[in-house]
């Protein structure tokens, strides 16, 4: 029986592409190097910001990685938060599954996370966030996903998990928990949902929950 939903954050939570091209940007500007590709937005939209940043700057070797990562530590992330998007059914499919199912997150965001559960007025929803600073391996690695299961107490069978990434369903893989993805009907995932309300006529939702 399921009893716990966890959520990934970007593209899932939020529309953030935008935000992280935005802010990734600015970084390689500071250091005057060239905007990022295509393929690079694609890179930093689903990996964090430590290996996001290797990654973008792997071409510029005149940069130092300590000195971008010193200026990141010290930029406030606030101004980039007016690209994010809630999605617009986020807030009442968290009425709707609370307090029948128990919530967290496992994101690749770092201390980020904390600013928009803030901005957004979501921390009361979420009773537990793994963010990549708290888990010693991030995603894809299973650490996040073990680390909620036991704070809860519960098997893998009794979770599932919301994402939207390669990397979300290698998440889940290497736990056997149960994926539904969230606006990619090319990932392989147990199901495929473009809203979340959809999310309430699943199979693991089959109970009736009440609105």
Known sequence: MLKLVIFDCDGVMFSSREANRIYYNHLLEHFACPPMPEEDVDY???????????????????VSLDDVNRYRAALDYTPFLKYMTMEPDLREFLQRIRPRYRTAISTNRTNTMDL???????????????????????????????????????????????GDSEVDR??????????????????????????????????????????
Do not use: Q
């Open 44 to 62: 930093v939209h689903i990996h964090n910001v430590t290996d996001s940043v290797t990654h973008i700057f792997r071409n510029h070797p005149r």
């Open 116 to 162: 928009i559960l803030d901005i957004f007025r979501l921390r009361p929803w979420f009773e537990m966030v793994v963010t990549a600073l708290d888990a010693p391996h991030p995603k894809p690695a299973p650490d996040g996903l073990h680390m909620i299961l036991d704070h809860f107490g519960l098997r893998v069978e009794e979770a599932i998990y919301i």
């Open 170 to 211: 290698e998440h889940c893989a290497s736990v056997g928990m149960e994926l539904i993805a969230f606006k990619n009907p090319d990932l392989e995932a147990h199901y495929h949902v473009n809203s979340f309300l959809e999310i309430c006529e699943l199979p693991p939702f089959a109970d009736p929950v009440a609105p």
